[in-house]
């Protein structure tokens, strides 16, 4: 049995839980904007889509539980991701010798210092978008109608500062999406001169792809495209 915990101990498996669940949530994050690009098609468009994420798998499954199904899968991935996240961070302060720390910035910290500001920004900002846009409590979303997704997105990105809340958040998403996919290929030991340049070309390809369509809702909302 000890074996079976020293293997769920080890860095290997942290990162490997790390960037299993990585993958889940950049699908749901690309799946996501692109599914909110129906915000283009007009209001029935959008609410048609937000009505049919309630009805997925009906009548097979009752109303609104294969979204419930993806809701917890979600959240499990989330937490998973936190966890092993905050473990692999401690494991690397706790094995990393003290003169090392005194080498000054270093190309490989900087990437986990930003991954790990940019993680908790994220988790913040996924709070607030909840009580905006999902759960509308008036502290966050004062003219929030449920039922009427598209209203409250543009009532909500009519605001300048909320619009601008947004969008630091998806820079944020859109450098932890960079240097995520980036390490991920590393945790699979795609790590050789050769394919290097193409894991960044793809990592940046993928980040900029969800920085941009997301970028582009609160600003079509403030420059009247989306009204
Ligand atoms: C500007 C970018 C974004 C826009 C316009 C947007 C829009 C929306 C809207 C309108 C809803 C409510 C859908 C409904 O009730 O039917 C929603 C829900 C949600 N959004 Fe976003 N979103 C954005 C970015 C993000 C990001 C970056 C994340 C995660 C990192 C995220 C995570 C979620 C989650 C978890 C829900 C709740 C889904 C559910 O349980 O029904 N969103 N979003």
Same mark, same amino acid.
């Given at each position: 049995?000890?074996?079976?915990?020293?293997?769920? =101990?080890?860095?290997?498996?942290?990162?490997?839980?790390?960037?299993? +669940?990585?993958?889940?949530?950049?699908?749901?994050?690309?799946?996501?904007?692109?599914?909110?690009?129906?915000?283009?098609?007009?209001?029935?468009?959008? /609410?048609?889509?937000?009505?049919?994420? =309630?009805?997925?798998?009906?009548?097979?499954?009752?109303?609104?539980?294969?979204?419930?199904?993806?809701?917890?899968?979600?959240?499990?991935?989330?937490?998973?991701?936190?966890?092993? $996240?905050?473990?692999?961070?401690?494991?690397?302060?706790?094995? =990393?010798?003290?003169?090392?720390?005194?080498?000054? +910035?270093?190309? $490989?910290?900087?990437?986990?210092?930003?991954? =790990?500001?940019?993680?908790?920004?994220?988790?913040?900002?996924?709070?607030?978008?909840? $009580?905006?846009?999902?759960?509308?409590?008036?502290?966050?979303?004062?003219?929030?109608?449920?039922?009427?997704?598209?209203? /409250?997105?543009?009532?909500?990105?009519?605001?300048?500062? *909320?619009?601008?809340?947004?969008?630091?958040?998806?820079?944020?998403?859109?450098?932890?999406?960079?240097?995520?996919?980036?390490?991920?290929?590393?945790?699979?030991?795609?790590?050789?001169? @050769?394919?290097?340049?193409?894991?960044?070309?793809?990592?940046?390809?993928?980040?900029?792809? *969800?920085?941009?369509?997301?970028?582009?809702?609160?600003?079509?909302?403030?420059?009247?495209?989306? @009204?």
């Amino acid at each position: 049995m000890s074996w079976v915990v020293s293997v769920f =101990r080890s860095a290997i498996v942290k990162k490997a839980v790390m960037a299993v +669940t990585g993958v889940a949530l950049f699908g749901f994050v690309l799946g996501h904007m692109l599914g909110n690009l129906k915000i283009y098609l007009g209001s029935e468009d959008f /609410n048609h889509y937000a009505e049919w994420l =309630r009805e997925m798998g009906s009548p097979a499954l009752p109303h609104g539980s294969a979204l419930w199904i993806a809701r917890a899968g979600l959240l499990a991935a989330v937490l998973l991701h936190m966890l092993s $996240a905050w473990q692999v961070t401690r494991l690397s302060h706790a094995s =990393r010798p003290l003169h090392y720390r005194k080498l000054g +910035t270093q190309a $490989a910290t900087y990437a986990s210092r930003t991954m =790990r500001w940019g993680g908790v920004i994220i988790a913040l900002f996924v709070v607030y978008h909840l $009580a905006h846009l999902t759960f509308g409590w008036s502290w966050a979303h004062p003219n929030f109608v449920a039922g009427d997704p598209y209203q /409250n997105l543009v009532a909500g990105f009519s605001v300048w500062w *909320v619009a601008a809340l947004y969008m630091v958040a998806q820079l944020a998403l859109g450098l932890h999406l960079y240097h995520g996919v980036w390490s991920l290929f590393q945790s699979l030991g795609w790590n050789h001169p @050769r394919f290097n340049e193409w894991r960044k070309g793809l990592a940046r390809v993928f980040a900029i792809i *969800v920085t941009v369509g997301n970028l582009s809702f609160p600003l079509a909302v403030l420059s009247g495209v989306v @009204r």
